[in-house]
């Protein structure tokens, strides 16, 4: 007898400024806030048979918990959008680094096109992909990359 196929489960977290989404800079990131981005991505998830668990803060010891906490849990994916952090934090990257869990790291604006500093990128030869530059929707595609990777390494 077949046993019981487990959900696949993903985790989105947010760095530092995101939570203040819709009003911050609405010119480059949009006028969509935090709440609808996770409620969407929570509805995509769903579509596609996934679990999806939110979290943002602006406190990268909280971040790098966060993802220690991945591994307990036994999130099969994260997106992360790492923010600020995406230039500086060493220990978000080590983190990532000692849970071996697949990530796609999620930009809203195309960090590539902004000041020269936004041109450290202290994640992307670590992730599965990188998605920038397409706003909320970048990551509903990060969703469906996840789940497609997913799938083809478990064929």
Known sequence: MAG????????M?????????????????????IETIQARVREKAA???LEATCFQ??????????????AD???DGIIINPAAYTHTSVAI??????VQIPFIEVHISNVAAREEFRQVNLFSDIAEGTIAGLGAYG????????????????Q
């Open 47 to 49: 579509d596609l048979g």
């Open 93 to 98: 990257r080590d983190a990532l680094l000692s």
């Open 139 to 154: 990551y509903i595609l990060a969703l469906d990359a996840l789940r497609e990777r997913h799938d083809i390494k478990n």
């Open 13 to 33: 977290i947010n760095g530092p400024n995101l939570n203040m989404l819709g009003k911050r800079e609405p010119s480059l990131y949009g006028s969509t806030t």
């Open 57 to 70: 803060s602006n406190h990268e010891g909280e971040i790098v918990e966060k993802i220690h906490e991945a």
């Open 73 to 75: 849990l036994g999130i």
């Open 4 to 11: 019981k196929v487990e959900e696949m489960k993903v985790m």
